[in-house]
């Protein structure tokens, strides 16, 4: 039985777009699409609060969302599902036995930080399956997957997965890593030398990312970039044009599952395009 795609909506602008990548993404994989609303009824007792009028809503409006994802992937096998719980919860559990979970997003005021955080941070750094964050559907004309490097097994996890996700949309891969100078105390006559082995030492590294990516991938092209500039930096500026942005996940468990890495974190709160978190 193929897991399914799961995506979250409540009627936003922002999860009408996550919606259509969604369905997009499923029809890509010939997985079905389950259509979630959660209603938030986190609280033990709230549960009289659940009346036939609030059902109504629910159920009408994830069935409105589910016309909409059979209009962006005709075809498209369709499940609808009204949950109790907080859209967090509800997603986080579902990722259990999904290949993918997608939810929408949207530029944070600084209240919204402090106060409530982003649902779409909460998936991703939760979730036990890859979790796509969809800010707004990217241009048709944007024809390259980026992706980092850093050397570690979950950059080379994102890695993988940024190459299977351009092979199957027929995109390129953009494959950027981000090196800066360490701190450190040398003799100013010999600075010169020491970044240039640092950044080929950056080089080499960066090669080694993409090695056998051209055996498993044939018809992938591939390009390379060696930057200097904080990690994060470089990735959001390289997505600018970009169709979806791959970062890696720590591969955590327990409380430390929810908290993700400074870069995905940063790049999560502040993808100009669709950002996809592989959980190492």
């Avoid at 997957?145 to 891969?173: K, M, P, Y």
């Amino acid at each position: 039985m193929t897991r399914p795609v799961v995506v979250g909506v409540e009627g936003t602008e922002s999860s009408h777009h996550a919606l259509v990548w969604a369905a997009r993404a499923a029809l890509s994989r010939h997985a079905p699409l389950h259509v979630v609303h959660a209603v938030g009824l986190p609280v033990v007792g709230l549960e009289t609060y659940w009346d036939d009028s609030v059902e109504r809503s629910a159920k009408e409006l994830v069935e409105q969302e589910a016309e909409r994802a059979r209009d962006a992937g005709p075809g498209l096998d369709v499940v609808t599902v009204v949950d109790q719980e907080s859209p967090g919860r509800a997603l986080t559990h579902r990722s259990r036995d999904a290949q993918l979970v997608v939810v929408g997003t949207h530029r944070l005021t600084a209240a919204e930080r402090i106060f409530s955080g982003s649902l779409a941070y909460q998936v991703a750094a939760g979730a036990h399956c890859p979790v796509a964050v969809v800010p707004t559907l990217p241009a048709d004309v944007t024809d390259r997957v980026v992706v980092g490097a850093d050397g570690s097994a979950d950059s080379l996890d994102a890695i993988r997965a940024a190459a299977t996700e351009a092979d199957r949309a027929g995109l390129s891969l953009h494959v950027v890593h981000a090196w800066q100078q360490p701190a450190v105390y040398v003799d100013v006559s010999l600075l010169a030398d020491y970044d240039r082995a640092v950044e080929e030492a950056a080089r080499v590294l960066l090669g080694e990312s993409v090695a056998g990516l051209a055996e498993d991938f044939p018809d992938l092209v591939v390009t390379q970039d060696l930057v200097q500039e904080q990690p994060a930096t470089a990735l959001l500026d390289a997505a600018q044009d970009a169709r979806l942005l791959v970062v890696g996940s720590r591969g955590l468990h327990g409380v430390a599952r929810m908290l993700l890495g400074s870069v995905s974190h940063a790049v999560v709160l502040h993808t100009p395009c669709p950002v996809l978190v592989v959980r190492g």
